[in-house]
């Protein structure tokens, strides 16, 4: 949902402001913190918006003169009108959740999202050693997925001697909430957020090898097994034709679209693959989290092979005319001597 609303201020990074580009920035916006608001996961859209512009800007501060170059002048480089747009709507919308929603909202017994904490706790499954004793024998027994957060909690609770566990699968009554009958979750959130740090610090190298290799291999894993594990080659033939569909439709109405155009719009879809997975890498790289980056994986392989197709045509024509070059210049010359005194008009 918010893919179209993120390419949309992205590529008018550069672009000067109009009427009509500043209110499809504001339309775009708003869908974009309406996908944000339904699917936590999408905040890597944001940043990637940021770092479009930090780029952007970047490479018009660079044109300057260097006796013109400062840090004040890269920030109004970096500070373009679409991320100026994004901004003010971050802001609109964090004034209104402060002001428009319910009490309740701000409690200890509702949050109105998946714990951010809680998921990244979650991804220590993969590395069992940066749990704790207690809260590794506790998934071992009872399970892991969701209950490990609370085997994490519990464990965390009882050792700072705060409230006491008994190393069952029972919730501590201290901890439950009185309308949903089970863990207060912004409280169990702002315990997961202090676990996840203590478990880092106490097993830096585990949490390297986590951050930087298992995690990763696993996310690879887990798109690869969706192209591999699907019925047919549907998909390759659709990637295959759309693509090539694609380069025509470029060719036919952009001919003179410079390969430095093409890279640029490459480049910035492979980024998309890289920070569309970030979720994956905070949390736990499940499939139900995964269509950001399934979805940008396909675009840039649409874009791929549009962009060679592109080439192909494009080269080919360019060879036909080096062909024909030759061929003209010969048959003028042809004409020249059978008919030196005839004036060509």
Request: neutral net charge; charged residues 15%.
């Amino acid at each position: 949902l918010a893919l179209i609303p993120m390419w949309y201020l992205v590529f008018m990074l550069g672009n000067r402001p109009s009427v009509g580009r500043i209110l499809g920035a504001v339309f775009e916006m708003f869908v974009m913190i309406l996908a944000w608001r339904i699917r936590g996961s999408v905040d890597w859209m944001f940043v990637f918006v940021l770092l479009a512009a930090c780029i952007t800007g970047l490479q018009s501060w660079f044109r300057l003169a260097r006796r013109d170059r400062s840090l004040n002048g890269l920030i109004r480089a970096a500070a373009l009108w679409p991320v100026l747009v994004l901004a003010l709507g971050i802001a609109a919308d964090a004034i209104y959740v402060e002001t428009q929603l319910h009490p309740i909202y701000f409690t200890d017994d509702v949050e109105p999202y998946h714990g951010p904490w809680h998921a990244a706790y979650l991804g220590f499954e993969d590395r069992p050693d940066m749990l704790s004793p207690r809260a590794r024998a506790a998934m071992e027994k009872y399970g892991g997925g969701d209950a490990l957060g609370a085997w994490g909690d519990y464990d965390y609770l009882d050792k700072t001697h705060f409230i006491p566990w008994n190393g069952t699968n029972a919730i501590p009554p201290a901890v439950i909430s009185p309308w949903n009958h089970q863990l207060k979750p912004r409280f169990h959130d702002e315990i997961m957020r202090r676990v996840l740090f203590d478990s880092i610090a106490h097993h830096p190298l585990d949490a390297f090898v986590l951050y930087a290799y298992l995690k990763p291999i696993a996310i690879y894993e887990v798109l690869r097994n969706v192209f591999v594990q699907a019925r047919g080659w549907v998909w390759l033939w659709t990637i295959t034709v759309g693509g090539i569909l694609g380069g025509m439709i470029l060719f036919l109405f952009t001919w003179e679209l410079e390969p430095a155009q093409l890279a640029r719009v490459l480049t910035l879809s492979a980024a998309t693959i890289v920070l569309a997975n970030l979720p994956g890498e905070w949390a736990y790289p499940g499939l139900s989290a995964r269509i950001d980056p399934l979805l940008a994986l396909v675009i840039f392989a649409l874009l791929a092979v549009s962009a060679g197709c592109y080439g192909a045509i494009y080269l080919t024509g360019a060879l036909f005319k080096l062909w024909q070059r030759p061929q003209s210049l010969v048959l003028s010359r042809l004409v020249e001597v059978e008919a030196p005194g005839r004036v060509s008009r």
